[in-house]
């Protein structure tokens, strides 16, 4: 129970309970710095963005798969794209092939994905690795 006297977290309020109907709510968090957003279990996980060479890996990545992901029929987004699992778990690809546009959609369900592309940087290797298999 919150003490009624501490002003309003809700990364402290809902630790461990995250879903996408309390992430459309409350975040981002006001006064915090920009960050990627994902869930695992309704364990939310606040990151960095990434570094200019991850950036630029992506968007090199996401311009090659264009061409052969339209003609398939498919379509490729670079840049944050939700990546549902479930309510719980939601995860953030540095590139997203997708069998359909997602226009106007906050979170994709995983079925949508052709391909979710990450980027591995050597300091975010153990996250990716771990948090996203």
Not at 42 to 50: I, N, Y
Not at 86 to 91: E, G, K, Q, R
Request: aromatic share 10%; charged share 20%; hydrophobic share 40%.
């Amino acid at each position: 129970m919150r003490d009624q006297d501490l002003p309003f977290d809700p990364l402290a309020e809902f630790a461990g309970a995250w879903n996408t109907r309390l992430a459309e709510r409350y975040l981002p968090v006001e006064g915090l710095e920009e960050a990627r957003h994902e869930c695992v279990n309704g364990r939310l996980v606040l990151s960095p963005h990434e570094s200019a060479a991850n950036v630029h890996a992506a968007f090199i990545l996401g311009m090659l798969l264009y061409s052969p992901a339209r003609e398939s029929g498919h379509v490729v987004y670079g840049g944050p794209l939700n990546l549902l699992f479930s309510p719980d778990s939601w995860i953030e690809p540095d590139v997203s092939v997708l069998r359909e546009s997602a226009a106007g959609v906050v979170g994709v369900p995983a079925e949508k994905f052709v391909m979710p592309v990450e980027c591995v940087s050597s300091a975010g290797r153990y996250c990716d690795w771990i948090d996203r298999s």
